[in-house]
């Protein structure tokens, strides 16, 4: 696999739509090298029996109740990519029935931006809860992509088993809070189709956007709370140098990164985990998880700013008195 036949994979680009999705599937795998998946036995249980700790300790810690998804897959950045493809190809489905004036030239940008986006965060990602957003059934999955979570793990300097461990619990952390919110997948589908569909008429409708960024700093942020809650060790470590790694990199890489607006993920973990430590502190874990019993108690983007304001409303909803 070389960039060259990166480069020729979107150059070849064809079919009708506004993307050509097997040939950002081929570019960005081409643009990656997919990684060792060299697993003995004993590596994939090891996977396996952090998961199951991680739902354990979880539903202990927490008192939801959850399950993790049937998939879980340790995967190489490759698997990773058609995953991801796949989601991509469901979300911006609306995009390609729209015509271009310069179906051609649009089609190849397209394809080659989605693929150098893809390829980019292939190569960081560790570990990934996918909803399978807007899919044709009711499982999510769960992938841990290997190669990335050995080099971070040997980059930061840490143990690889208590790494692994680490990144299993913040994954699973995540099928709790689906667990917890039958309905946060569909308020996600809800606001992704609506940002979608106005894209495809021409529009960009920022308010879905910005409600889909506000439930995900909530999702991000809650998971970051729980897990530290949760995760059987010491972790001050780990968190710093996780924290390090989001905010560093070459200046080249930090350029991608905004380029591809992660910088606003990085947001949401940092925004998040603040407004839900205010939060704790005040009520309790308990009273942080209030947070999945509606759509409704979702903090809007001030409250994410403002806390007490978020405990005001919910209380007030609840028919509660403020302690």
Known sequence: MTLFESARAVANAGGDGAIDWDAVSEAAKAATDPGDLDLSEAEAEAYAADVRDARAQLRDVSGLEFDVPETVEIQNRHHWVDANVATFRRVFEPLNERASYLPGVARSLNTATTAGALAFVSRHVLGQYDPLLLADTSDHALYFVHPNVVGAADSLDVAFPRFRRWIAFHEVTHAAEFGAAPWLADHLEDQLEAGVAALADGEVRREAFRE?????????????????????????????????????????????????????????????????????AERGLAGASRVWDDPEYLPTDAELDAPRAWLARVTDSAGETAE
Do not use: C, I
């Not at 070459?250 to 947001?267: C, D, I």
């Open 212 to 280: 889909l960024h506000v439930a995900m700093t909530a999702v991000e942020g809650y998971a970051e709370l729980l897990m530290d809650e949760a995760f059987d060790g010491e972790y001050a470590d780990l968190r710093a140098k996780l924290d390090a790694r989001r905010r560093g990199g070459s200046p080249l890489t930090n350029l991608v990164k905004r380029a591809l607006g992660l910088q606003l993920k990085r947001e949401q973990y940092e925004r998040g985990r603040a407004f839900f430590e205010t939060v704790a």
